[in-house]
């Protein structure tokens, strides 16, 4: 299960960067550079790591972690002028973010579990 929550966060790092070589290609700014990519990254593993360690999961656990990630995103996401999470990355890192919570056990959740914190 791990593995396949490592790929969709290489899915959406390599995302990340098509999208910097596109703008790149065209000669523009994508506003971001592949330092805030790797520590986008490095957030989503972060919170991966943290949720396979939690022993005993509860709600509260779990989503102490997903208010953890998604304010470490706001931040990131702050230094680029709001450059790196843009419409697609959004939609992929929020349901990311919330199969992730599921998978590891969290039990009730209604609609957009980021969305009390998220400002992407």
């Known amino acids: 299960m791990e ?65 953890k990630a998604v304010l470490a995103l706001n931040r990131l996401n702050k230094k680029t002028d709001y450059a790196l999470i843009e419409t697609d990355e959004r939609e992929v890192i929020a349901e990311f973010i919330q199969t992730v919570a599921v998978a590891f056990g969290l039990q009730e959740h209604d609609g957009d579990i980021t969305e009390e914190w998220r400002e992407w």
Do not use: N, W
Request: glycine fraction near 4%.
């Open 3 to 67: 593995k396949d929550f490592r790929k969709q966060i290489d899915d959406i790092e390599e995302s990340m960067y098509s999208y910097a070589r596109e703008c790149k290609s065209d000669g523009d700014d994508c506003g971001y550079s592949p330092r805030h990519i790797r520590r986008c990254k490095k957030i989503l593993q972060t919170y991966l790591s943290h949720l396979s360690k939690i022993t005993a999961p509860t709600d509260g656990a779990i989503m102490a972690e997903v208010e």
